[in-house]
């Protein structure tokens, strides 16, 4: 099972809004409603920030939002703080196994 | 408040074992399912292992497929990980976490390193 493919690196001044796509294929992403997104400061463990495709956990701000168009799920994080500064990744369950991306860095500039 | 403690990890030689344990609290262990998921040093994360609430349900990653075996006790709220016949790669933090199936809650990690 390969892993989801995201961007190395996205970045936007605080204020702004940015967006990580994440894709995979037919057998994962494609083909279930079942991506999620966690967050993750350096040294600490990953925190979800949505699951299935667009829901979001109590706590977790409305700047950020997800969706999917076929094969291909994103996340955006609108009025960029700071703190957003992070590792973000998706993942996605694929029947008998559960795939993640390789992890995109968010930088604030 | 959900907690889940990691512990076990250390090092090991290449082919050598180890059994990881997660301490489960604040929320009905045996009625959720729960993951294991490492991180390589410097890495993204990486799935491992999902067990379902009865045990019932197991699954693994090709890549620890007849190595690693994963199990619970519900008396004890404890999940494990038993890992045999380590490699290199194996190297890694590796996080339980809670499994709905996303992982909603997760643990510190417990960093194990495969080296001679």
């Known amino acids: 099972q390969s892993a989801l493919t995201q961007p190395r690196s996205v970045s936007g001044s605080p204020g702004q809004s940015v967006t990580i796509s994440c894709t995979g294929t037919s057998s994962d992403v494609g083909g279930y409603n079942y991506v999620s997104w966690y967050q993750q400061h350096p040294g600490k463990a990953p925190k979800l920030m949505i699951y299935d495709v667009s829901k979001r956990p109590s706590g977790v701000p409305d700047r950020f939002s997800g969706s999917k168009s076929g094969n291909t799920a994103s996340l955006t994080i609108s009025g960029l703080q700071a703190e957003d500064e992070a590792d973000y990744y998706c993942c996605s369950y694929a029947g008998s196994l559960q795939v993640f991306g390789g992890g995109t860095k968010l930088t604030v500039l | 408040e959900v907690q889940l403690v990691e512990s076990g990890g250390g090092l090991v030689q290449p082919g050598g074992s180890l059994r990881l344990s997660c301490a489960a609290s604040g929320f009905t262990f045996s009625s959720y399912s729960m993951n294991w998921v490492r991180q390589a040093p410097g890495k993204g994360l990486e799935w491992v292992s999902y067990?379902?609430?009865?045990?019932?349900?197991?699954y693994y990653a090709d890549s620890v497929k007849g190595r690693f075996t994963i199990s619970r006790d519900n008396a004890k709220n404890s999940l494990y990980l038993q890992m045999n016949s380590l490699r290199d790669e194996d190297t890694a933090v590796y996080y339980c976490?809670?499994?709905?199936?996303?992982?909603?809650?997760w643990g510190q990690g417990t960093l194990v390193t495969v080296s001679s």
């Open positions: 976490a809670r499994a709905r199936p996303y992982s909603d809650y």
């Open positions: 067990i379902s609430s009865s045990s019932s349900t197991i």
